[in-house]
């Protein structure tokens, strides 16, 4: 039992230290001027039986500051190897919402550069979203989607997200699809099911799991925070 404990704190351990200080986006929606979101996000993956003191760690920080007019500064950091600052990718850009905010569908475009393991990027993406009610309850799609073009390889990588959330008195559940395109071409999909719990001002902390669409899956976690302010 002690060694279980050990072995859960110590992965506990790595989740904070290395995020703690990461993505859930607002989508087509502007943000409010003046307001700020934050969005930490990591899955720990244990793939072939591993031992649970070793985990693959995949992690992401999101950050979206509204200016008014429908323009939003984002920072988009994340990394498939948590343990390789060399697998970083680090883009900042500038989403436009077409849009009214009061509109039933909303509609953004971004626009942004950064770097992607070392080499320089640009970025440009889209963003679709719906507020609706579903179950007597405010409920929301979003699709989005960007491509980060490599500038020196002439390769492009294309990410795709779609999700369905409701909102509760005290939280959102989400079920999110992706697909993902890399630089080689390799195509990946999984499908995450989650849940965000409202603790108070601003906070809400995530909990989900990540299931692979293309192959076996290994057991995963999802853990995040999100903060408004």
């Known amino acids: 039992m002690l060694t279980i404990m050990n072995s859960f704190l110590r992965v506990a351990g790595i989740l904070v230290l290395v995020f703690a200080p990461a993505y859930a986006t607002a989508g087509a929606w502007p943000r409010e001027k003046g307001k700020t979101f934050l969005a930490v996000s990591a899955s720990a993956v244990w793939p072939d039986k591993r031992p649970i003191e070793l985990p693959d760690i995949y992690g992401s920080t999101y950050v979206e500051h509204g200016f008014g007019a429908g323009v939003t500064l984002g920072l988009d950091l994340g990394s498939p190897d948590a343990t390789r600052k060399d697998r970083l990718k680090t883009v900042v850009f500038m989403r436009y919402t077409l849009t009214p905010s009061s509109a039933k569908h909303q509609l953004s475009l971004d626009l942004g550069a950064?770097?992607?393991?070392?080499?320089?990027?640009?970025?440009?993406?889209?963003?679709?979203?719906?507020?609706?009610?579903?179950?007597?309850?405010?409920?929301?799609?979003?699709?989005?989607?960007?491509?980060?073009?490599?500038?020196?390889?002439?390769?492009?990588?294309?990410?795709?997200?779609?999700?369905?959330?409701?909102?509760?008195?005290?939280?959102?559940?989400?079920?999110?699809?992706?697909?993902?395109?890399?630089?080689?071409?390799?195509?990946?999909?999984?499908?995450?099911?989650?849940?965000?719990?409202?603790?108070?001002?601003?906070?809400?902390?995530e909990i989900g799991m990540n299931i692979d669409l293309q192959s076996a899956p290994d057991p995963t976690l999802k853990l995040g925070i999100w903060q408004e302010f």
């Open 114 to 205: 950064g770097t992607y393991e070392g080499s320089n990027v640009v970025r440009l993406g889209a963003s679709y979203g719906k507020g609706f009610q579903s179950f007597n309850q405010n409920s929301w799609i979003t699709i989005d989607a960007y491509a980060l073009h490599h500038l020196s390889q002439h390769r492009t990588s294309i990410w795709v997200d779609a999700t369905y959330g409701i909102s509760f008195t005290r939280g959102k559940l989400m079920a999110q699809i992706s697909a993902f395109q890399k630089f080689d071409g390799t195509q990946t999909s999984k499908f995450t099911p989650s849940y965000a719990h409202d603790i108070g001002n601003g906070r809400h902390i």
